[in-house]
């Protein structure tokens, strides 16, 4: 398996991670992505303990496993990046990302701000796009109307965003950073930055 410490990235579409508080809007825009442009996205499916949100489907939305499997893993070495986030684990796998790649598509991690860091320090070379909140009181209004939270772990979450607000200033740690206030427009410059890396697939599948 692919050391991504270590070794270049394979040639192809750069991947893509989305960041920001959770409540910021990622999954949403993610997903209007990856169906207005069929095929040339491909999601690469986390590890995690939490458990599975109504709706939600293994080996889809995250690969729900245990902390002794996932400490397991970790310990072998299947993880390029792993972090524990309001009382659970997540994690990307190599198996996750590479199994993307191998089909020339843009992979879109979906990761917290320690995974970012941890990123940084691979080859894997994505384009750091950061979604924000438009203010702390609309992030908490998303997360309760969301009703996928207890006030254990929304308080948990609403901490976090606001280190990761402050955070994500930091000059150079995102290529972009994008508040989600009204989602048209939050959708369109998402657009907007990945647009060279579309037509490079897009063409690409043409040929
Ligand atoms: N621009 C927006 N205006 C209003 N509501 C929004 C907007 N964007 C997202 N939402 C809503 O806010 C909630 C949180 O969005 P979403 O689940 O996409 O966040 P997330 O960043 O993926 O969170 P998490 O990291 O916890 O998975 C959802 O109910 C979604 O429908
Ligand atoms: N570092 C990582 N963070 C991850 C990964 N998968 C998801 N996440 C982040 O966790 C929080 C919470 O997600 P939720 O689905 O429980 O709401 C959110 O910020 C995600 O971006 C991962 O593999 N590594």
């Known amino acids: 398996m692919r050391d991504y410490t270590k070794q270049k990235a394979m040639a192809g579409p750069r991947p893509v991670v989305l960041s920001g508080p959770s409540g910021a809007g990622k999954s949403t825009l993610l997903k209007r992505l990856m169906k207005e442009y069929e095929g040339v996205f491909g999601f690469s499916v986390s590890h995690t303990t939490r458990d599975p949100r109504p709706g939600e489907e293994n080996g889809k939305d995250y690969h729900y496993v245990s902390r ?5 893993g970790i310990a072998n070495g299947e993880f390029i990046e792993n972090a524990e986030f309001s009382g659970n684990m997540y994690g990307t796998s190599k198996a996750s990302v590479e199994d993307v790649q191998a089909k020339n598509l843009i992979c879109i991690l979906d990761i917290d701000m320690q995974g970012v860091k941890n990123i940084k320090k691979t080859d894997l070379n994505p384009i750091y796009v950061s979604i924000q909140p438009p203010s702390m009181d609309i992030l908490e209004k998303r997360l309760r109307d969301r009703q996928t939270e207890s006030d254990e772990s929304l308080q948990k979450r609403l901490d976090a965003a606001r280190t990761d607000m402050e955070l994500s200033k930091e000059p150079g740690l995102f290529d972009v950073v994008i508040i989600n206030d ?4 939050a959708y369109g410059k998402l657009k907007d930055v990945l647009i060279d890396e579309i037509t490079k697939v897009q063409e690409a599948n043409k040929s």
Do not use: A, I
Not at 68 to 72: I, L
Not at 182 to 185: P, S
């Open 68 to 72: 002794e499997v996932m400490q397991e």
């Open 182 to 185: 009204d989602l048209e427009e």
